[in-house]
């Protein structure tokens, strides 16, 4: 049920926001795409949707932009006894990570509903990793132990691709 919502939702989005004809995005024309990743689950982390902007700067060459990231966080009390009484200690962990990626797609050859492309893209991130333990260790109270970590990081990288798009209706590919 919950994939034939979201296959819906992303029906309507690509008719709103495609602006071509069957045949594939004419030059001057911007497109707006979603992605969902399913395979996190509804209730698990949040994952924020790629959202790609893809410009025709002609018929078959375009220039395209991407925007994601990953926000994921636990919280977890320990007790001094198995229980559940006594003293309590903390496990915090915290993930997040931003992505922005600028690139190319040269379409190869345009037949009446696929149109495949090849390109390359330059990818940016930034992440936070925090750890920070109070009272524990081990996943088991500790009332000796406590300890913080925090972890930033950038990254750069350079992708190869190659897909298509096939239109299935006027204004709407997958």
């Known amino acids: 049920m919950r994939n034939l919502i979201t296959l819906s939702l992303l029906l309507c989005v690509s008719q709103v926001f495609s602006q071509t004809d069957s045949t594939g995005l004419l030059s001057g024309n911007l497109a707006t795409e979603?992605?969902?990743?399913?395979?996190?689950?509804?209730?698990?982390?949040i994952v924020v949707p790629t959202i790609r902007f893809r410009y025709a700067l002609t018929d078959n060459f375009y220039v395209r932009a991407d925007f994601d990231g990953d926000?994921?966080?636990?919280?977890?009390?320990?007790?001094?006894?198995?229980?559940?009484?006594?003293?309590?200690?903390?496990?915090?962990t915290k993930n997040n990570q931003l992505r922005f990626g600028l690139g190319i797609e040269k379409h190869v050859a345009k037949f009446k509903k696929?149109?495949?492309?090849?390109?390359?893209?330059?990818?940016?991130?930034?992440?936070?990793?925090?750890?920070?333990?109070?009272?524990?260790?081990n996943n088991r109270?500790?009332?000796?132990?406590?300890?913080?970590?925090?972890?930033?990081?950038?990254?750069?990288?350079?992708?190869?691709?190659?897909?298509?798009?096939?239109?299935?209706?006027?204004?709407?590919y997958i």
């Open 71 to 92: 926000f994921n966080s636990s919280n977890r009390t320990l007790f001094e006894n198995p229980d559940g009484t006594g003293k309590e200690g903390t496990i915090y």
């Open 114 to 137: 696929l149109d495949p492309y090849i390109g390359g893209q330059l990818g940016f991130s930034k992440a936070t990793w925090v750890q920070d333990f109070q009272n524990a260790r």
């Open 34 to 45: 979603v992605q969902f990743n399913m395979t996190n689950g509804w209730f698990g982390n």
């Open 141 to 172: 109270f500790d009332s000796t132990y406590s300890f913080y970590q925090e972890n930033p990081s950038t990254g750069a990288k350079l992708y190869l691709f190659t897909g298509f798009d096939f239109w299935v209706y006027e204004r709407l």
